[in-house]
């Protein structure tokens, strides 16, 4: 038995992977799937969500890493030169243009699909909702360069595609063959082309119809992107 026990508390087994450890007793832990990390996604967004606004503690951090990330704005720096322009001066002339149009653009809130947020704000929902939610949207029409912001919530897998017991096994769109996770329409590759997202906010997946969601390519025709999905 000695003998056993030894080779039971060799590195890790002596450790965070031992078996018989009092301390790891009732530490029960079985590693699937990314996807099957899903069926707990809504638990932990809501109780993320509670601690947020009753905690503060909890706030404080979230806040904390806002402001921290964020500060007062994230700006884009140009580069000094560019290969792409024989005449330098011309290169800086365009440069300047450019970031003085999108300062002016970002200060009026011309971004804002809906035109309440300036850029900085934006940029301060789009932080805050990742640290709670894990991700979010952001969505544009393909006649205009303002976007939307879009709560994790309202993009989900229509549940009309699934065929098989489980929610999130092998659920495809019928007309593309594309597999749906999670709302995210994903390639043979693994590539995003598309995204399903709810019309208004519905709680339940499963009382979502073919009529209050609908599915926006990931890119426009000449390639932009149409959805900015933001998580880590």
């Known amino acids: 038995m000695p003998f056993f026990n030894s080779i039971f508390n060799v590195g890790y087994a002596g450790a965070g992977g031992s078996i018989n450890s009092q301390a790891l007793s009732g530490f029960?832990?079985?590693s699937g799937t990314a996807t099957m990390d899903?069926?707990?996604?809504?638990?932990l967004v809501s109780r993320s969500r509670q601690l947020y606004i009753s905690s503060p503690i909890a706030s404080a951090v979230v806040e904390r890493m806002t402001a921290g990330i964020i500060g007062?704005?994230?700006?884009?720096?140009?580069?000094?030169?560019?290969?792409?322009?024989?005449?330098?001066?011309?290169?800086i002339r365009l440069s300047k243009s450019i970031k003085r149009s999108f300062k002016i653009t970002s200060h009026f809130k011309r971004l804002d699909l809906?035109?309440?947020?300036?850029?900085?704000?934006?940029?301060?929902l789009a932080c805050r909702n990742w640290l709670l939610s894990g991700d979010v949207f952001f969505v544009r029409r393909p006649?205009?360069?303002a976007w939307r912001a879009v709560e994790s919530d309202r993009v989900q897998t229509p549940y009309c595609f699934a065929v098989s017991t489980?929610?999130?096994?092998d659920v495809y769109n019928p007309d593309t063959g594309n597999r749906v996770i999670d709302g995210v329409e994903i390639d043979g590759d693994g590539k995003a082309v598309a995204y399903w997202i709810l019309k208004d906010y519905i709680q339940s997946p499963f009382l979502v119809e073919s009529s209050q969601?609908?599915?926006i390519p990931a890119c426009d025709d000449s390639g932009l992107p149409l959805v900015l999905h933001i998580y880590k």
């Open 28 to 30: 029960n832990s079985w």
């Open 213 to 215: 969601i609908e599915r």
């Open 114 to 124: 809906q035109g309440r947020l300036s850029f900085p704000q934006m940029q301060e």
């Open 143 to 145: 006649d205009t360069y």
């Open 38 to 43: 899903l069926y707990t996604r809504w638990e």
């Open 166 to 169: 489980s929610y999130y096994d």
């Open 72 to 91: 007062a704005g994230l700006e884009y720096q140009t580069a000094e030169s560019s290969d792409l322009f024989d005449d330098e001066d011309q290169y």
